[in-house]
């Protein structure tokens, strides 16, 4: 059992209340649904439950870079999310890529449903490194490989992880966090 100081545990507790509270936000009757916003913090808060490969970045003040794939859905609700925000010293920045294969420097890549047949995402070690945690978005769980995958439960965001893909990339996802998910475990080598 992991014993955590008084400090640690209650920001886990926070970062744990701030997904619920994202996930609320979707069910939240006197709210207009913002699918997006939702997927939105939910990104945020999957950068602090995943331990990236000490090569992840090339120095200690490199950005923290979540890429879009293709068509950006999120409007500025992903930008406006991470503004101003950093983990272990590594302030967020969103860029847009117009392919996978750009992915070099991205420790987030987020595929759109518009975008994941156009997109596949290589094997890793054939065009690009691993350490990239990849989030899709499909009705089907573990859909296309992705590390992530977003789906909709009525008006809820729910999320599915292949830990077969996370392992393929060398992310380790916090045992909070894969509470909180349905897991899958694809085949794909």
């Not at 987020?110 to 499909?138: C, M, N, Q």
Request: charged share 20%; net charge neutral; hydrophobic share 45%.
């Amino acid at each position: 059992m992991e014993i955590l100081s008084h400090g640690r545990r209650w920001n886990s507790l926070r970062i744990a209340a701030a997904l619920a509270l994202a996930n609320c936000l979707a069910a939240a009757p006197d709210q207009p649904f913002d699918e997006y916003e939702v997927k939105a913090a939910f990104i945020y808060n999957f950068a602090k439950f995943i331990q990236w490969p000490s090569s992840t970045f090339q120095n200690a003040n490199a950005p923290f870079v979540i890429c879009i794939v293709g068509h950006d859905p999120f409007g500025r609700s992903l930008e406006d999310t991470v503004a101003g925000r950093a983990i272990d010293g590594h302030p967020f920045a969103v860029r847009h890529i117009g392919a996978v294969k750009q992915a070099a420097g991205c420790q987030i890549m987020f595929i759109d449903a518009a975008e994941s047949g156009k997109h596949p995402l290589p094997v890793s070690g054939e065009t690009r490194t691993t350490g990239i945690l990849t989030v899709g978005e499909s009705d089907s769980s573990g859909a296309s490989g992705v590390v992530i995958n977003f789906r909709l439960d009525g008006k809820k965001v729910r999320f599915d992880i292949d830990i077969a893909a996370a392992n393929r990339e060398q992310l380790r996802i916090s045992s909070r966090l894969l509470s909180l998910a349905h897991l899958v475990e694809s085949n794909q080598k």
